[in-house]
Structure formats: structure tokens, C-alpha cells
């Protein structure tokens, strides 16, 4: 591919980039350069904007393509103990082989730096039988080498829901010691297996720990569940590994399906575990009250933790995990971020998994919203409004925020998908009709 740059004007002036695909579409690199014109009235560098949008990896997550069924048994159970998947759309992935498929299918339409997140129950049991506390880099090479193969980051999750020793809705915080036993060996040797495979793929893996503990009624000893937790965590936490190879995160929740009136990993419990054990915190945009902003949260939490998480989902009354849309909630995330100069103590990952609907179709969509918050967030006059507020202009400030929201974004992003080679929007869906024709309706 030949690369030719022009620079109009003087320094900091329009740029464009030329190739040999361009020429098939001269109408994105024209409207690209009247977008280019309109943000530099406004002192907003188009270019600037995408080489930061680059530098933003996006964790698809594994589950969205078998409606969190996982590899452990012959035949997939929809997921269980504090999580349900409602729909029944025809394709569902039944093996590693058609998983791995279907993410060759969406990095195709998602443009922008991607990574895996994996689930511990989607390891290849075939390699070896083992119970979750037995688990070890065996049933994850392939895994790995998969990412390798396509320059892909990795992140890892273990799985404390969907077996028997779940079946209670405790794990590790259950009254028996044996079952809290069994699920701190999981936590470890799942932080043994990150660390190997941040090693392997020299990009550290972000663990993240959720887990679905609690009562379906009220509690009448909230305390102790909450004692055992914390010493569980610790045990897990208790060897340090290299920083540089896997990361731990901690992921609270509001209410979960059986765990309606009391959760023993709440908002309160992690963000006081995250800050008194220096983890990152996991903000699943779908664990709070409908109500709350999630953005509001960053500036305070980062003043006390090193990192932030973020599961990216869509709550619909609930924690219902929907497909992610290009709202206002997601927008407000990426703009705090961004604003606060936070992406480099940040982690984006995605949360939600929708059977109603073509999944690669809810991958690539959900996955391409997220992205398009982050360019409208690094398109905004950031700098112009925080001067603003400084000065106690509150009324330019509002009406330069209002302003913006009419600048071409969409001529930009049009042009990031052009230099990414993926589809641009109204495209994208036709590839994803023809694999369903072709492979996904071959599915029984």
C-alpha cells in the first residue's frame, strides 16, 4: 500500500491520508476533508483524534457467541447461578472451532486495537479433564496461540457460577470451608494461567474476579458472608506476580438473578477491597440503579485505586447486559475518560450478550458503539471547555458543549473504517446476512 500525506496551510492544517484503496472511495476522503475544515474552526484535530483512538483496545468478550455456555461438558448449559441468557436465535456456537469463527467473522468488521476475553469454563477440555480448581495453561494454549496468531491481547476471567458447587449461590463466601476451598484453588490457578499467558504474549492480562454470592431474601447475618469473602480474596491475592503479566480487577454488582435482596460483593465491598489491596476496580455499567451516572464515578475512584475496568454493557431496567448502543451513558463514559486524561489507567472490556438477535451481528455492533463514544469524546473542544469553566464562563461553556454535537463526527469515523479496511456503516450488516446464509444457518 503507498502512503502519500499532504499538508494544507501551515502547521497543523489539514491532513490527509492517500492509498491505493482510497480511490475507491472518494466520496469518505472528500467528506473527511470538509470534517477536517469544520473541526479546525473549532481548534479540534481530526488526526490527533484518531491516532489516540487507535491506542484504545477493546476486550470482545467470548460469551456473547454461545450465550455464556462454555466447553467444560459435551453439551453446553446456558450459564446459571446468578446469570440467564434470554433468546434462542438460530447459530449459537457449539465448539472452540465455531467460536473462534465467528471472532475471525467480527475482527473483520470492528475496526481499532482488539484483545480476547475468556471465560475459564471455555478452556479445551478435550486437552484434559479437570475441575475448575485443576484448570492449567493445558486447556488455554490454544487460546493463546490463537491470539498470538492474530496480534491479539487476552484477558481472563474465572468462572464461579454454572457448577454444582454454585449451586447454593455462595462461592467464596460460602459457611463451608471445603466449597470456599475449592473456589480459591479456581481463583488461583486461573491468576497462574494469566500470568503465563501474559508472558506468552508479552500484554499484560487483566483478571477479573466477579463472583455471584448472596440471598434471594433478606439476610439476617450480612457480616460474616462478607468476613469470608475478604479472607477468600486474600488467600487468592496472597502470591504477588509480575504487574507486567496479569493484573487482578474486582467486579461488584447491585443485585443479581437469586441475589435480589443482599449481594455480598457490593459497590461498598469491592471499592473498599480495590482501594485497601491497591486492585483495579471493575465498573460493569450495568451493576448500579438505572439512575446512577457511572461516569461520576472515575474521577473519584481513580483517586484512590491504580486502574479502572470497565465491562461496557446496557442495563434495561435492570442488569439485563444489551447490546451497547451509541447513548448518552456510554458517550458520557468515554467523555469523563477522556477528559480526565484517564486511558492510560484504563481497561475497556465488553458485557452483554443477547440471544434474540444475530450475534455477530450484537458483537459487531455493540463492539463499533463503544468505539464511536471514544472519537465523539476525542473530538469534543475539551480543552476549550475546561478553559471555560476555569474562567466561570458556565454560559459559553453550555453553549460550546451544545455546539458540538452537530460537528461531522460520522464523516470521521467513516474515514477511520476506510484506513482500517472494515466495512463503513449500512456495509457491515450485509457481510454479516451472507455468514449467516452460509455458515451460521448450517447450525442445528
Known amino acids: 500500500m503507498v502512503f502519500r500525506s499532504v499538508l494544507n496551510g501551515e502547521h497543523g492544517g489539514r491532513f490527509s491520508l492517500v492509498t491505493r484503496a482510497s480511490r475507491d472511495k472518494p466520496e469518505i476522503m472528500i467528506g473527511y476533508a470538509a470534517a477536517q475544515d ?24 467470548c460469551w456473547q457467541g454461545d450465550d455464556v455456555g462454555g466447553f467444560e461438558k459435551a453439551e453446553a448449559t446456558r450459564a446459571g447461578g ?43 477440555f478435550r486437552v484434559r479433564k479437570a475441575d475448575r480448581d ?11 496461540d490463537w491470539c498470538k496468531a492474530r496480534g491479539l491481547g487476552f484477558d481472563f476471567n474465572p468462572t464461579f457460577f454454572a457448577h454444582p458447587k454454585a449451586e447454593s449461590g455462595f462461592t467464596l463466601s460460602h459457611e463451608d470451608a471445603g466449597i470456599r476451598e475449592f473456589w480459591v484453588g479456581h481463583g488461583i490457578a486461573c491468576r497462574k494461567i494469566a500470568a503465563e499467558a501474559g508472558r506468552q504474549l508479552g500484554s499484560a492480562v487483566i483478571t477479573n474476579f466477579w463472583i455471584p454470592d448472596g440471598h434471594k431474601d433478606i439476610p439476617a447475618d450480612r457480616f460474616s458472608p462478607r468476613e469470608r469473602l475478604e479472607e477468600s480474596l486474600d488467600r487468592i491475592f496472597g502470591e ?21 435482596s443482599y449481594v455480598v460483593g457490593s459497590h461498598e465491598f469491592y471499592l473498599g477491597y480495590a ?21 461520576d464515578k472515575i474521577s473519584s475512584i481513580l483517586l484512590f485505586v491504580p486502574e479502572l475496568l470497565f465491562h461496557v454493557s446496557r442495563g434495561v431496567r435492570w442488569d439485563s447486559d444489551h447490546v451497547v448502543l451509541f447513548d448518552d451513558p456510554t458517550r458520557a463514559v468515554a467523555e ?14 465488553l458485557d452483554f450478550f443477547d440471544a434474540s438477535i444475530n450475534r455477530i451481528a450484537a458483537w459487531t455492533l455493540g463492539t463499533r458503539n463503544v468505539q464511536k463514544a471514544f472519537l465523539a469524546a476525542l473530538l469534543l473542544p475539551n480543552r476549550q471547555l475546561q478553559q471555560l469553566e476555569a474562567e466561570g464562563d458556565f454560559t459559553s461553556r453550555l453553549a460550546l458543549m451544545e455546539d458540538a454535537k452537530s460537528l461531522p463526527f460520522g464523516a470521521v469515523w467513516a474515514e477511520w473504517c476506510r484506513r482500517q479496511d472494515v466495512p463503513g456503516d449500512g456495509a457491515w450488516l450485509g457481510e454479516v446476512k451472507a455468514y449467516e446464509a452460509s455458515v451460521l444457518s448450517t447450525r442445528s
Not at 474552526?41 to 491506542?55: F, K, M, S, T, Y
Not at 504477588?240 to 435480589?260: C, H, M, N, Q
Not at 455499567?285 to 446512577?292: L, N, Q, R, S
Open 275 to 295: 482501594v485497601k489491596r491497591q486492585k483495579i476496580y471493575c465498573l460493569d455499567m450495568g451493576h448500579f440503579h438505572p439512575t446512577e451516572s457511572v461516569a
Open 336 to 349: 469523563e475518560l477522556v477528559r480526565g486524561d484517564c486511558l492510560g489507567r484504563t481497561h475497556i472490556g
Open 134 to 144: 485443576g484448570i492449567t495453561i493445558d486447556q488455554f494454549q490454544g487460546w493463546i
Open 38 to 61: 469544520e473541526y479546525g474552526r473549532h481548534q479540534i484535530d481530526p488526526e490527533g483524534a484518531l491516532a489516540r483512538l487507535e491506542q484504545i483496545a477493546v476486550s470482545l468478550h
Open 82 to 124: 446468578g446469570t440467564l441468557v434470554t433468546g434462542n436465535y438460530p447459530g449459537r456456537a457449539r465448539t472452540i472451532e465455531e467460536l473462534q469463527a465467528d471472532l475471525d467473522q467480527v475482527l473483520k468488521l470492528v475496526p481499532g486495537k482488539k484483545r480476547l476475553n475468556l471465560h475459564a469454563s471455555y478452556g479445551d
Open 240 to 260: 504477588v506476580l509480575d504487574p507486567a503479566r496479569t493484573r487482578d480487577a474486582v467486579e461488584s454488582k447491585l443485585f443479581g438473578i437469586g441475589s435480589e
